[in-house]
């Protein structure tokens, strides 16, 4: 399973901007897909959520500016993300949660995509 993220690069802050995730390769299904970013000299942090069902969880300090969504036939996550400002820099990577067995012996694994750089200038 690979997990190819794309649309990172310079904004103003204020600006927006949309990163995709597309999850390819063999599996049954994706059962949950996340976004995930490390600022400068940051930990990792959990993002944005999205689950098969539709339901989406966010952290505070994007709330109300970020968007997830999903096309879990197209196996595709996508991060909507306005006002940003330039404590949203960082590199962002996505997950995803997949059902690497069968639909009656479900057997889950989390996969990782590369990351893609945001930069938001001040």
């Known amino acids: 399973v690979q997990l190819q993220a794309s649309g990172g690069g310079l904004v103003q802050a204020g600006g927006s901007r949309k990163l995709s995730c597309a999850a390819s390769?063999?599996?049954?299904?994706?059962?949950?897909m996340n976004w995930y970013r490390q600022g400068p000299g940051k930990q990792r942090e959990l993002v944005a959520t999205?689950?098969?069902?539709?339901?989406?969880t966010y952290a505070d300090s994007v709330k109300g500016r970020f968007t997830i969504s999903g096309d879990f036939v197209k196996n595709t996550v996508y991060l909507q993300m306005n006002s940003l400002t330039p404590e949203d820099t960082a590199v962002y990577y996505c997950s995803a949660h997949v059902n690497i067995g069968s639909t009656w012996y479900p057997r889950e694994s989390e996969y990782w995509g590369q990351g893609t750089q945001v930069t938001v200038s001040s």
């Open positions: 999205i689950t098969g069902e539709g339901t989406t």
């Open positions: 390769g063999r599996f049954n299904s994706i059962n949950v």
